[in-house]
C-alpha cells in the first residue's frame, strides 16, 4: 500500500532563517505531488504541483519555492522565512487520473 | 473555473443524531466532488468521493453524501453522530489541470459532537 511521510512534524523557526521541508512517497511511481498551507482558521491554499522529476508548478506567488529531485521526493524551501510563512503545511501525491489526493500527516511551522 | 461554498463554518449536534453539513459547487465540466476529514493537527483523510457514478456515494465511518446536480449540491450526512465525528470537514471540487488534477477546497465546516 502507498504511504506517505513529512518531516519534520513541527518546526520553530526565526524571521530571515532559511526552510527546508521534505515530503517522500511509498509504493507508487510517478505521482503527482502537491504542496499546500492552511493558515489558522482557513482552507486550504495549493502552493506548488509536480507531475514528474523537475517539473513545478507554482500557483501562487510567494517567498516559498519547491523542488522534486527524485520520482518520489518533494521539497518545500526558502531562503528567507517571514512571519506570514507560519502555518501548516501539507503534502499530497495522487495518480494521474483518479482525481484523489491523499495527503500526508503534515507540518506546523511557526516564524518567530 | 470551478468554486467550492460550505454554507456553514460551524455545525453542533448532540451525539446519536443526524448531521447533516452542506456544500454548493461551481464547476465549468462535470466534477468530482469529494469530502474530507481532518482532525486537530492531523493531515487530511478522504471520506468518499463522488466521480460521476451513482449519485449517493457512501464513505467510511458511516457517511453519505448524495450528488444533485440541478441544486448543484453534494452534502454530507450521517444518520447519528458519535463523539469522535467531531472534526473539521474540507468539500472538495477537482478539474483536470497540467496533466494532474487540481483541487479547490471549502473553507472548512467545524463539526461539534455534545453528549
Known sequence: SQTIHQWPATLVQPVGSPLSLECTVEG???P???WYRQAAGRGLQLLFYSVGIGQISSEVPQNLSASRPQDRQFILSSKK????DSGFYLCAWSDTVAGVQYFGPGTRLTVT | AQSVTQLDSHVSVSEGTPVLLRC??????SPSLFWYVQ???KGLQLLL???S???LVKGINGFEAEFKKSETSFH??????HMSDAAEYFCVVSARAGGGNKLTFGTGTQLKVEL
Do not use: E
Request: glycine fraction near 0%.
Open chain 1, 28 to 30: 507508487t511511481s510517478n
Open chain 1, 32 to 34: 503527482n505531488l502537491y
Open chain 1, 81 to 84: 522565512l517571514l512571519l506570514s
Open chain 2, 24 to 29: 454548493n459547487y461551481s464547476s465549468s465540466y
Open chain 2, 39 to 41: 482532525h486537530p493537527n
Open chain 2, 49 to 51: 468521493k463522488y466521480t
Open chain 2, 53 to 55: 457514478a451513482a449519485t
Open chain 2, 76 to 81: 454530507l450526512t450521517k444518520p447519528s453522530a
